[in-house]
């Protein structure tokens, strides 16, 4: 089965400062998509990132970026220049697709980010 | 303005009682999910469906029934054989003309039992 480990229950950083959120997952396939959600207290998910597993090259949007390590299974986010808007839960998630064509989508148990001013 | 709505926002439950949630999407995405989100826990998969009129069972399916009549519909009912129905549900959607196939997710139902 697979499954997914943020190690990080809460994480805090400064205004302006980077931070790092840290995700592993456990998989038998060689093909499949990685992702990051947020959730800020409305509690409304939403994507922050996605990392296909066939492409070597890290994904960045804006201040937020994957660091993507294949062989150790491990994709770690970080956000540059944080902000208070940054505060909220963060999941990681894997997702597969089932020989039927049908994929479904595994998510960790989240890390909370809390920003200070 | 395209998206994902789910109503109500809150919903109360007597033990006992059959309740429905409600997910549309004007997206006109292929699939649509449900998930259950507890506090401490991630998201776990309730439901699924790739087209209308078919759907799987996801990890958490005890207790819960769906239907896809129409391709921007998804309801969920929460029946009496759920246990512990009390928790926060999230619907979700995404389409195969994106390779990633991407979920994107309404705002969500909190469901408590009184």
């Known amino acids: 089965a697979q499954t997914v480990t943020q190690s990080q229950p809460e994480m805090s950083v400064q205004e302006a400062e980077t931070v790092t959120l840290s995700c592993t997952y456990d998989?038998?396939?060689?093909?499949?998509?990685l992702f990051w959600y947020k959730q800020p207290p409305s509690r409304q998910m939403i994507l922050v990132i996605r990392?296909?597993?066939?492409?070597?090259q890290n994904a960045t949007e804006n201040r937020f970026s994957v660091n993507f390590q294949k062989a150790a299974k491990s994709f770690s986010l970080k956000i540059s220049d944080s902000q208070l808007g940054d505060a909220a839960m963060y999941f990681c998630?894997?997702?597969?697709?089932?020989?039927?064509?049908?994929?479904?989508?595994?998510f960790g148990k989240g890390t909370m980010l809390l920003v200070s001013p | 303005d395209g998206g994902i709505t789910q109503s109500p926002k809150y919903l109360f439950r007597k033990e006992g009682q059959n309740v429905t949630l409600s997910c549309e999407q004007n997206?006109?995405?292929?699939?649509m999910y449900w998930y259950r989100q507890d506090p401490g826990q991630g998201l776990r998969l309730i439901y699924y469906s790739q087209i209308v009129n078919d759907f799987q069972k996801g990890d958490i399916a005890e207790g819960y029934s769906v239907s896809r009549e129409k391709k921007e519909s998804f309801p969920l009912t929460v029946t009496s054989a759920q246990k512990n129905p009390t928790a926060f549900y999230l619907c979700a959607s995404s389409t195969w003309t994106d390779s990633t196939d991407t979920q994107y997710f309404g705002p969500g139902t909190r469901l408590t039992v009184l």
């Open positions: 998989t038998s396939e060689s093909d499949y998509y």
């Open positions: 998630a894997y997702r597969i697709f089932l020989n039927s064509g049908y994929s479904t989508l595994t």
């Open positions: 997206l006109n995405h292929d699939a």
């Open positions: 990392q296909e597993a066939y492409k070597q």
